[in-house]
Nanobody, 126 residues
Framework: QVQLVESGGGAVQAGGSLRLSCAAS????????MGWFRQGSGKEREFVAA????????SYADSVKDRFTISRDNAKNTVYLQMNSLKPEDTAVYYC???????????????????WGQGTQVTVSS
């Protein structure tokens, strides 16, 4: 079982930046593809970014491309989401997720992830 804990959320003004972290742990944890998703109030959870187990492959939702960067430090079992040029429409609870097998690649599909964190709130004011 993989445990994921997000941190780094908060309130910022439009144009500001935040960096989210997702720390992974578990008795048998090994690097695997990870993703960030978000859910705004009254909206469905949506894909934001994903990264392969070795960090060499990444993908982004069109709405965050060129503003957000996903990265990872496998020595620390941590995945990051650097968010720049934040907009009010980025306001949401952000969740990190992990795929079950370390042999599977990253996915943009919510249903392809097996472990989820509790989420961290990001609020962007205009």
């Amino acid at each position: 079982q993989v445990q994921l804990v997000e941190s780094g959320g908060g309130a910022v003004q439009a144009g500001g930046s935040l960096r989210l972290s997702c720390a992974a742990s578990g008795r048998t944890f090994s690097p695997r593809a990870m993703g960030w998703f978000r859910q705004g109030s009254g909206k469905e959870r949506e894909f934001v970014a994903a990264i392969s187990s070795n960090g060499l492959s990444t993908s982004y939702a069109d709405s965050v491309k060129d503003r957000f960067t996903i990265s990872r430090d496998n020595a620390k079992n941590t995945v990051y989401l650097q968010m720049n040029s934040l907009k009010p429409e980025d306001t949401a609870v952000y969740y990190c997720a992990a795929r079950q097998s370390p042999y599977w690649g990253p996915s943009t599909e919510l249903g392809q992830y097996d472990s989820w964190g509790q989420g961290t709130q990001v609020t962007v004011s205009s």
